[in-house]
């Protein structure tokens, strides 16, 4: 099975236990190596491969284990492994997504030696504030960071967090990392590796995904393996955004966008009659148009001529190979 044993953080950026009241060695035990094999016909498998590495955290719900990370991971996973911090591995099913959050839910199927980390709020965090970002493999894969922005996330997949949080230094293996505050508690999951901007200078951060955003939903994702609300309307397009333009960059072959006309380089200049300007103002937009299955109409731009396509909405879970439920 592949691993991660070949790459360590510099020592330098490692936590030390001198700086922290709580137990790094024990905090560690908690983070856990989730390897996947996902379907070759899926509709994931073009842009995240079939085969992912990433973290996860264990947590506990309803006095069991399960094992929190980010959704892209587990997608259409036909299988997954769990590793922890001693080396043994553990069979683990997908149990749920949140297309909203990100976030993903794993089921170990056999014992996990891993001990379940407590939750706190995001909300306790202050800009500068240190923190951790631990990766699968202890001291070695975790760094010490600063929390250097917490603001608005949009996602060219179709995708939006009204506030996502920041950190650098950047993990350099950030997918499912646990973000954990000076007193121990989780505070969020990694998703992404950014370019971020602070007094006209750019650097390299991560993204994360709160973990408050995680309590409203739980439950409904253990029982039913997504949250209990109406599926947004998804056009199964990839934007970008250009000055206050909204390009089409990329289009899900045999989306609805795709079937509506729709083509790559079109510019979206309306949605529904409301003139777009930046991604989060398109999604919005969309999204409030109803429920998936919803006619969505665009007006666009193609060089230089304006038309209108009416796009017939679907619920973006429809497109994916589900897990068989345990």
């Known amino acids: 099975m592949a691993n991660s044993e070949h790459w360590e953080l510099p020592e330098a950026l490692r936590p030390q236990q001198s700086r922290f009241e709580f137990d790094l060695a024990a905090l560690y035990r908690s983070v856990v190596l989730v390897h996947t094999e996902a379907s070759e016909d899926g509709y994931t498998a073009a842009f995240l491969g079939t085969e992912r590495l990433g973290s996860g955290v264990v947590i506990h719900s309803a006095e069991r284990k399960l094992v929190l990370t980010i959704g892209y ?9 769990l590793t922890s911090l001693d080396g043994k591995v553990a069979e683990a099913a997908p149990m749920a997504y949140d297309q909203a959050s990100g976030f993903g839910l794993v089921q170990p199927l056999g014992m996990l030696d891993a001990p379940a980390i407590e939750r706190g709020s995001a909300a306790t965090l202050a800009l500068g504030d240190r923190v951790l970002v631990v990766g699968q493999g202890g001291e070695r894969h975790s ?3 600063q929390l250097i922005a917490r603001r608005e996330f949009a996602g060219y997949w179709e995708y ?10 950047p993990h350099p293996q950030w997918g499912g990392t646990a973000l954990i ?8 999951i990694g998703s992404l590796f950014v370019q971020e901007s602070l007094a006209q200078e750019g650097f390299d951060a991560n993204m994360f995904v709160p973990i408050d955003l995680l ?3 739980l439950e409904d994702m253990i029982e039913l393996g997504r949250p209990r609300r109406t599926a947004r309307p998804w056009l199964g397009l990839y934007t970008a955004e250009q000055s206050d333009h909204i390009m089409v960059a990329g289009l899900t072959r045999d989306g609805p966008a795709h079937r509506a006309g729709v083509r790559l380089g079109d510019v979206i200049v309306e949605v529904a009659g409301h003139r777009v300007t930046s991604l989060p103002q398109f999604f919005r937009n969309v999204w409030s148009t109803g429920a998936a299955g919803v006619e969505v109409a665009l007006k666009l731009m193609r060089g ?6 009416l796009v017939q909405s679907a ?6 190979k589900k897990p068989l439920r345990h």
């Open 215 to 217: 309590e409203p939903v």
């Open 304 to 309: 230089g001529d304006a038309f209108h396509a």
């Open 160 to 169: 939006l967090l009204d506030e996502a949080l920041f950190t650098a230094p």
């Open 73 to 81: 991971l587990i997608t259409e996973a036909e299988s997954i492994w």
């Open 181 to 188: 505050g000076t007193d121990g508690l989780l505070l969020g």
């Open 143 to 145: 760094l010490e960071a």
């Open 315 to 320: 619920n973006r879970d429809d497109f994916l």
